[in-house]
């Protein structure tokens, strides 16, 4: 999925940097005597990549859609059955639409004689989506699919339709005219499966209150840099996967997202909520990636975490996410930094 901030991009230097830590720090265990924790995952890579080393899993994020996909991307294993997997999928995709509540309040046949014309999908697809995602909710409420299935269908449906949004990248506004991918027919294409540890655990909570209760060896922290909110630019991934028919607002429908402010794009809240993350982490070593432009200063990101330990930094350039070249002249990359911090008596 094309999301801010993912780091499908570099997941090798994180990688990298990140073994360099432990090896520096003499650590002697193996990947699967480890709990890695990845508490703003997105989209999973990060968890996936470590999964896929060996280490135990802790992955988490506020977002639905995101728990959604990372669910099935890191606790499903072993428990799924490839084939019959392929044969929902297979059925899923035949379905024939269903003008549901995102055909009606997303596509522009769906949306006519309303306040608001919308376009962010062809009708086509808006109907697609509505179909197969009646059609997992009703399977899951009559016992043809257990949980992990059911997990699997939904991520693999969110990611699917994703690619035929017809928006620069984000929801935050769709285009005034179908752009070319969006046009196509949606194909509903499976999420892949992965192998690893048994124990892994997803969650989906505000992260400075699930710190309090969770513990590991390693903590890789990802939050957003600048001011803007995921809930409202992934708006429709989370209405598409709770499916729960929300009062929608404005030009570009908008759900109520309230519960999902994140603090850590809050100019005057992100500091003391790093901080207070930093200070509550019951966690060995301790990785945060930002970038140079982000809210909180880099003098700032080593004041707070220098105080625990022993403190250092990698550093990338980076790539601008795609949406924002469009819109304002900035420069083509970003440097990424990647601080890290090996705390004292742990
Ligand atoms: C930079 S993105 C993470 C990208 C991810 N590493 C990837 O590669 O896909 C930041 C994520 O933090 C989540 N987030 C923001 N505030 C949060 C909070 N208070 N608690 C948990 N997750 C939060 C957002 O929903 C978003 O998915």
Do not use: W
Request: glycine share 6%; hydrophobic share 35%.
């Amino acid at each position: 999925m094309n999301y801010i901030g993912s780091k499908y991009s570099i997941i090798g230097f994180l990688e990298k940097s990140i073994e360099t830590t432990l090896e520096k720090s003499g650590e002697k265990r193996k990947p699967s005597e480890m709990i890695f924790a990845d508490l703003f995952a997105g989209t999973g890579v990060v968890s996936g990549s470590f999964k896929e080393k060996g280490y135990s899993i802790i992955a988490n994020d506020i977002q639905y859609y995101s728990y959604v996909i990372t669910k099935h991307m890191i606790e499903n294993n072993g428990n799924l059955d490839r084939e019959r997997c392929e044969k929902l999928i297979a059925e899923l995709d035949a379905l024939e639409g269903v003008e549901g509540f995102i055909y009606k309040n997303y596509s522009f046949e769906g949306t006519e004689g309303q306040e608001h014309r919308r376009m962010y999908f062809t009708d086509y697809n808006a109907k697609k989506c509505d179909a197969i995602r009646i059609a997992i909710e009703e399977k899951h409420i009559q016992g043809e699919i257990n949980d992990n299935e059911y997990f699997f269908l939904l991520g693999s449906l969110i990611n699917s339709i994703d690619k035929y949004a017809n928006t620069a990248s984000v929801y935050g506004a769709f285009l005034k005219q179908i752009k070319r991918s969006a046009l196509k027919e949606m194909k509903l294409a499976p999420l892949p499966i992965m192998h690893g540890q048994v124990e892994c655990k997803v969650y989906n909570e505000d992260i400075s209150e699930l710190i309090k209760r969770v513990s590991g060896d390693i903590l890789y922290l990802d939050p957003p840099y600048n001011t803007r909110q995921y809930c409202s630019n992934y708006h429709l991934l989370e209405t598409i996967a709770r499916y729960d028919n929300p009062v929608i607002k404005g030009k570009t429908g908008l759900r109520d997202y309230r519960e999902q402010k994140s603090v850590f794009c809050e100019r005057g809240k992100v500091e003391k909520a790093f901080a207070d993350l930093i200070k509550n982490a019951d966690f060995k070593y301790i990785f945060l990636s930002y970038n140079n432009e982000g809210l909180m200063s880099f003098d700032t990101i080593e004041r707070i975490m220098k105080k625990y330990g022993k403190y250092r930094v990698y550093m990338q350039q980076h790539h601008r996410f795609k949406a924002d070249n469009a819109r304002e002249a900035k420069a083509d990359s970003t440097i990424e930094y990647l601080h890290c911090l090996v705390k004292d008596n742990k």
